[in-house]
């Protein structure tokens, strides 16, 4: 199963920031959060991942809790090409890549 | 080369039919994944691949065969398949385990959408 739980879908408007919680209260010490998106029918893409830090790239910014129990994702300026769904998934080195639900983002003009 | 290519796109079969959807990667990746994604669900795991052996069958049924040639190609053999088994299936790879792993994630292909008829 799952080790993440998220919101099924978020409304943003165009060129605001998009914030995509995602709670992760069972992670492991030496389990990382990765984010990856999925725009319809294609294949998921990754976004960006941590372990403690902050995070950032050019796609996205990545706040986690100094817990660990949660994170945050922001699409800082949306776009509507950003409208997907996105996953959040906890995984540690001998582990694969377990999608949950997501959460289905649909950004508006 | 930092793309995971799956051919076809497309494939339409009937049930006695006999398909294979193919899957490479030339980014040196040993891990390899077969997913099936049923419409408005997530990305169930099939199959991993570590080094070209087989390390994980997610209880899939036999008419699913996975093959890993070699490091760089896998592919999946489809028989006797079922209506039910009309999806998108999806390849990834992967460094194996570890930090490279940890630091790259997976990298998925587009896709095959196949429809069973």
């Known amino acids: 199963d799952a080790k993440t739980t998220q919101p099924t879908s978020m409304d943003c408007a165009e060129g605001r920031a998009a914030n995509l919680p995602c709670n992760h209260s069972t992670i492991s010490g030496n389990e990382y959060v990765y984010w990856y998106r999925q725009i319809h029918s294609q294949g998921p893409q990754y976004i960006i991942h941590g372990l403690k830090n902050n995070e950032t790239n050019e796609m996205a910014s990545l706040i986690i809790t100094e817990d660990r129990k949660s994170s945050t994702l922001i699409l800082p300026h949306a776009t509507l090409r950003d409208t997907a769904v996105y996953y959040c998934?906890?995984?540690?080195?001998?582990?694969?890549?377990?999608f949950g639900k997501g959460t289905k983002l649909s950004v508006k003009p | 080369d930092t793309e995971v290519t799956q051919t076809p796109k497309h494939l339409v079969m009937g049930m006695t039919n006999k398909k294979s959807l193919k899957c490479e990667q030339h980014?040196?990746?040993?891990?390899m994944y077969w997913y099936k994604q049923k419409a408005k669900k997530p990305p169930e795991l099939m199959f991993v691949y570590s080094y070209e052996k087989l390390s994980i069958n997610e209880s899939v049924p036999s008419r699913f065969s996975p093959e890993c040639p070699n490091s760089s190609l896998l592919n999946l053999h489809l028989h006797a398949l079922q209506p039910e088994d009309s999806a998108l299936y999806l390849c990834?790879?992967?460094?194996?385990?570890?930090?490279?792993?940890?630091?790259?994630?997976?990298?998925f292909g587009s896709g095959t959408r196949l429809t069973v008829v």
């Open positions: 990834a790879s992967s460094q194996s385990t570890g930090r490279g792993l940890l630091a790259y994630g997976y990298t």
């Open positions: 980014m040196g990746h040993r891990a």
């Open positions: 998934i906890v995984m540690g080195s001998q582990g694969n890549l377990i």
